[in-house]
Structures are given as C-alpha cells and as structure tokens.
T-cell receptor, first 113, second 111 residues
C-alpha cells in the first residue's frame, strides 16, 4: 500500500519568514496530493491540492510543488503570519481509483511574532 | 451550516461499553469516509461508502468496529466492547470529487 513520509515534524519560524514542508510517497499510481491545515481542536481543512499532471500550483502565499520522478511534493508558505500556526498534513491518493488517501504524520508549524 | 456534522462531539464511556457515532455529510456528496486520529498522527483511514455501499472495510481496526450508511445519507460508526486503546478522535469526511471535507470529529475517551 501507499506510504507517505512527512518532514519535519516540527517547524518554528519567525513571522515573515518562509516555511517549507516536504512529503514523499511510495506508490507511483498516486496522482492527487492535498494539503490540510488543522488548528488545535478543529477539523482538518483543505488549503491547496495538486494533481500529477502539473508541477506547481500557487494560491496567494501558499504554493505546492510536485516531483513525480522523485515521488515527493512540498508545501511552501511565504511571509508567514502567526495565524499560520497549526498542524499541516500532506496526503496522497489515486484519483479515479479507490479515492483512499494516505496521510503523513503532520508538521506542527509555529510562527513567532 | 452546510458542512459535515458529527454527533456527539465528545463521548466518555467505560471500558466494555458500546458506542455509536453519527456523521451527516454534505448533502450532495456521494462518498463518506471514517478516520481515526490519535495525538501527533495524521488521520488513519477506517472505511468508506459510495452512496450506501461500503466499498472498503478491511482496514477497520478490529471486528468490534462496524459502520453503516443505510440510505446513502448519514452514516454511523459503532465500536463494541470499547477498550482504552480506542480513545481517539473519530473523523468523518465526505467527498464528491477528489476533495474531502472533514467534520469536527467525535472525541472518544474510554475509562
């Protein structure tokens, strides 16, 4: 089955800095890669996703890159703000297949004002 | 609120008791998922439904776990003879395409 590794487990940055979270996956059939943000005590919320037919996607301060050959994808947050502090999860799944995502273990992002 | 809802939000039970959780998906979504999340971990897939059909249940944690979606709308997750190790957050999500939308979860504490 699919295996998703996520690093780092904790990331501490100063407000205004950039943050990068990296994930690797094992199943070459995976073709849909969402990222979720989960604030303390709240539900995971989708912040951005990417499909295997594109290499990069951007939405304001958030971007995701995908390297299919190396089987890794990354979340980039620029100009971080304290409200970006949360746990971020990556996931990999097969669109049009079982639609069952495998999640990474999460990255706790702390943005210091 | 047109998002995914779950009930109850918190459940405290004694070991050996049965518990049932309910999930109401976004109305037009035909797929519904159940996950377990423990502290410091990502959501762990348990089972999912396409309309009323349960398409994957081999990853339910034991035969004490069962789920239903009788009319293709809301779903229930039941845990029989609860154990302390069942203490966790149980998340439900619904989807139409690839994107899953999560409910707020039910936090289960087994004493």
């Amino acid at each position: 089955g699919e295996n998703v590794e996520q690093h780092p487990s904790t990331l501490s940055v100063q407000e205004g800095d950039s943050a990068v979270i990296k994930c690797t996956y094992s199943d070459s059939a995976s073709n849909y890669f969402p990222w979720y943000k989960q604030e303390l005590g709240k539900r995971p919320q989708l912040i951005i996703d990417i499909r295997s037919n594109v290499g990069e996607k951007k939405d304001q301060r958030i971007a995701v890159t995908l390297n299919k050959t190396a089987k890794h994808f990354s979340l980039h947050i620029t100009e971080t703000q304290p409200e970006d502090s949360a746990v971020y999860f990556c996931a990999a799944s097969t669109s049009g297949g079982s639609y069952i995502p495998t999640f990474g273990r999460g990255t706790s992002l702390i943005v210091h004002p | 609120d047109t998002g995914v809802s779950q009930d109850p939000r918190h459940k405290i039970t004694k070991r050996g008791q049965n518990v049932t959780f309910r999930c109401d998906p976004i109305s037009e979504h035909n797929r519904l998922y159940w996950y377990r999340q423990t502290l410091g971990q990502g959501p762990e897939f348990l089972t999912y439904f396409q309309n009323e059909a349960q398409l994957e249940k081999s990853r339910l944690l034991s035969d004490r776990f069962s789920a239903e979606r009788p009319k293709g709308s809301f779903s229930t997750l039941e845990i029989q003879r609860t154990e302390q190790g069942d203490s966790a957050m149980y998340l439900c999500a619904s989807a139409d395409g690839d994107t899953q939308y999560f409910g707020p979860g039910t936090r289960l504490t087994v004493l």
